[in-house]
């Protein structure tokens, strides 16, 4: 979408990503994910939605006002039924959900020393074929890869909706999702030197991915955002000691981030859990701000909406009404007065308004329309 293209709507979110004063404040972020809320919204008969998810989902999105969005994800809600994930299988499955015990590669992962020796035998080998075979033609082809999907869904979802890149900025990642938290943890803990060589390896190749992705932002002319997603913490605090973090991660994600920084990308980080702990040491690394704030779990608000980058500009918040407590268990009133205390304690420019992460089914239809109601309140302000 070319600066002439864009509608009054699209033209408030890029505003606010490039943090100039604007009348009103962009919609982001609004991902309901029951299918009769869907339908309701997009004014489409019910089962309409899984007769047509990408079309009736993008009505949906088009009749809230959202602004923009970055991840694209029309055919989330059909694993969801009224009550919430169907799935059952597939979560059972997953290594997280502690049910059993994973085999990988023919290796049982019954505790860290087996995490040890899947890393060795099979992970960092596998690491290196790929930093060697990302070469310049391989480069040029993520570059291309990315500007055609970034076109591709913004054509979907049509001039009144700006599309900003999401999950094509690599960076080195915790492996609980594959391991399993005992297991990985373990590991983590007792094999800091392995732990550090894995981190390494794959930002060596997120160094070379994201070198292709900061090209694909300068020649797609592409919007100068990306939201950082990897859940690193819980209610309680962060999943290993910042310490360590400090000398195993942070300078290996650093690094590899270098390109987009360079060239003029504005990286915000997803918030899970309390991440209090990270939001300084993210901030000194370059990042510009965050997204998806749990309020209830310690993650202060209006003291991050009061910090600067590493540059001393203001934050880019994309702030949202909380989907764990107010969206599910409050009143209209209490979305209302969430909206309100989220933009009187929210930065000067650069903030984005919505829910903080998907809306899951459960959600009362009143306090929905609360929500798009006060939305739509604060865009036209």
Known sequence: MTTESLSE?????????????????????????????I?????????????????????????VGTCLIDQWIPYNPLTMGDRGYEADSEVRDRPTSGKHVAE??????????????????VVFPQLSAAIAAFDDDASRRRTAEVIAEERTVQQLLG????????????????????????????????YPELME????????????????????YVEGALPPLIRLD??????????????????????????CLEPVLAAGVRLIWHCDGNLMAMVPRLLEVGLHGFQGFQYEHGMDYPCICRMRTRDGDPLIIFAGVSVTRTLPLGTPADVRRELRWLVENGPPVGLVLGASS??????????????VEGLAYYRSR
């Open 358 to 371: 998907s809306i899951t089914p459960g959600v009362s239809w009143a306090n929905i329309q609360a929500l």
């Open 159 to 190: 001039p009144e909706i700006l599309k900003v890149p999401y999950a094509v900025v690599a960076f080195p990642a915790l492996g609980y999702g594959t391991y399993g938290y005992e297991p990985y943890f373990s590991a983590y803990a007792l």
């Open 230 to 255: 990897h859940d690193m913490a819980d209610g309680r605090g962060l999943l290993v000691r910042p310490e360590t973090l400090d000398r195993l991660w942070f300078p290996h994600f650093a690094r």
């Open 104 to 121: 990988l590669d023919g290796i049982l992962i019954d505790g860290p020393e087996a995490v040890a020796a899947h890393l060795e035998q």
């Open 9 to 37: 709507r699209a033209q408030l979110a890029l505003d606010a990503l490039y943090q100039r004063p604007t009348r009103g404040i962009p919609t982001s972020m609004v991902f309901v994910m029951q299918h009769a809320h």
């Open 197 to 216: 060589r894995h981190f390494a390896l794959q930002a060596d190749l997120a160094l070379l991915n994201n070198r292709a992705v900061a090209r694909a």
């Open 39 to 63: 339908e309701r919204l997009a004014g489409a008969e019910p089962g309409a939605y899984r007769a047509d998810p990408e079309g009736v989902y993008t009505r949906m999105q088009q009749a």
